[in-house]
């Protein structure tokens, strides 16, 4: 039994050995088989010039992309420059228009105070422009009776305008302002104007001068009579023609602006001291 195991041991084992050995000669076999055949190259020549193309024109586009982010960058560069310009500007404007607003808020204040104080002052202004009024036809009255019948109808037009409600309390005291204006410069003027005066107890047309408020003359058309405005008695008293027509004509001249300014010899009354 022992020696029929040793039999198939050692059978194996020499058979073990010749596998081996036929393995060994073919690796050798093999070994020099490749060591006789070329190397290829693990990479084509073609596949390697395609990639160096390829990054080339990648290369390219790139630089394209820079060269255009770099313009756009001058660009924004250049748009925000010129918008900082017109904030800096704007600023500046802005700051002066809000001195003007302050300004502005500070008379519209004013304008609410004054006009809270409007009805007030109506108030006052109304029987201040009758006291106004009833003066100035009492003024007339007792002046020199020199274009009496306009000086009267230029009261009663200002009478009826108070009572007119179309008409505001700024134009009445207006027309009530014009008013002592006009009278104010009648003293300041000389002129003549036509007229009807009572000479010697008869109705006749007559040649008035004025000169200023000093100074009320007539002098018939034919110049026969002549005759001046007594303040002290409040009538006409006739003169002597031999001594004043000759002056009185030339004053009607000059205040035609048909003559010079010159010296006239009139009856003046004198200034009297103030009391």
């Given at each position: 039994?022992k020696?029929?195991?040793?039999?198939?041991?050692?059978?194996?084992?020499?058979?073990?050995?010749s596998?081996?050995?036929?393995?060994s000669?073919?690796?050798?076999?093999?070994?020099?088989?490749?060591?006789?055949k070329?190397?290829?190259?693990?990479?084509?020549?073609?596949?390697v010039v395609k990639?160096?193309?390829?990054r080339t024109?990648?290369?390219?586009?790139s630089?394209?992309?820079i060269?255009r982010?770099?313009?756009e960058t001058?660009?924004?560069l250049?748009?925000?420059?010129?918008v900082?310009?017109?904030?800096d500007g704007?600023?500046?404007y802005?700051?002066r228009?809000?001195?003007?607003i302050?300004?502005?808020?500070r008379?519209?204040?004013?304008?609410?105070?004054a006009?809270?104080?409007?009805?007030v002052?109506?108030?006052?202004?109304?029987?201040?422009?009758?006291?106004?009024?009833?003066?100035l036809?009492?003024?007339?009255d007792?002046?020199?009776?020199?274009?009496?019948?306009?000086?009267?109808?230029?009261?009663?037009?200002?009478?009826?305008?108070?009572?007119?409600?179309?008409?505001?309390?700024?134009?009445?005291f207006?027309q009530v302002l014009?008013a002592y204006?006009?009278?104010?410069e009648?003293?300041?003027k000389?002129?003549?104007?036509k007229?009807?005066?009572?000479?010697?107890?008869?109705e006749r047309?007559v040649n008035?001068?004025r000169?200023?408020r000093?100074?009320?003359?007539?002098?018939?058309?034919?110049?026969?009579h002549s005759?001046?405005?007594?303040?002290?008695?409040?009538?006409?008293?006739?003169?002597?023609a031999?001594?004043?027509?000759?002056?009185?004509?030339?004053?009607?001249?000059?205040?035609?602006?048909?003559?010079?300014i010159?010296?006239m010899?009139?009856?003046?009354?004198?200034p009297?001291?103030?009391k």
């Amino acid at each position: 039994m022992k020696m029929h195991r040793l039999k198939s041991i050692a059978l194996t084992v020499a058979a073990t050995a010749s596998v081996l050995a036929a393995s060994s000669a073919y690796s050798a076999e093999q070994d020099a088989a490749e060591q006789v055949k070329p190397a290829k190259p693990l990479v084509p020549v073609s596949a390697v010039v395609k990639v160096g193309e390829q990054r080339t024109k990648s290369a390219q586009a790139s630089q394209v992309r820079i060269d255009r982010l770099a313009a756009e960058t001058g660009d924004l560069l250049q748009d925000y420059k010129t918008v900082m310009k017109q904030v800096d500007g704007l600023r500046v404007y802005n700051a002066r228009l809000e001195k003007q607003i302050a300004g502005q808020l500070r008379r519209i204040a004013s304008l609410e105070k004054a006009v809270d104080e409007a009805t007030v002052i109506q108030r006052q202004i109304t029987p201040l422009l009758i006291r106004m009024i009833d003066g100035l036809e009492q003024f007339v009255d007792l002046d020199v009776p020199f274009h009496i019948d306009e000086r009267k109808e230029r009261v009663e037009f200002l009478r009826s305008s108070m009572d007119r409600s179309d008409i505001s309390i700024a134009e009445k005291f207006r027309q009530v302002l014009e008013a002592y204006k006009i009278e104010n410069e009648y003293g300041r003027k000389i002129d003549s104007y036509k007229g009807v005066a009572t000479v010697n107890g008869a109705e006749r047309d007559v040649n008035f001068l004025r000169i200023g408020r000093i100074g009320l003359l007539y002098q018939t058309t034919d110049g026969e009579h002549s005759g001046a405005w007594d303040k002290t008695q409040g009538a006409w008293v006739e003169l002597d023609a031999g001594d004043y027509r000759g002056a009185i004509q030339k004053g009607l001249r000059i205040a035609r602006k048909q003559a010079s300014i010159d010296i006239m010899k009139l009856p003046i009354p004198a200034p009297e001291a103030a009391k």
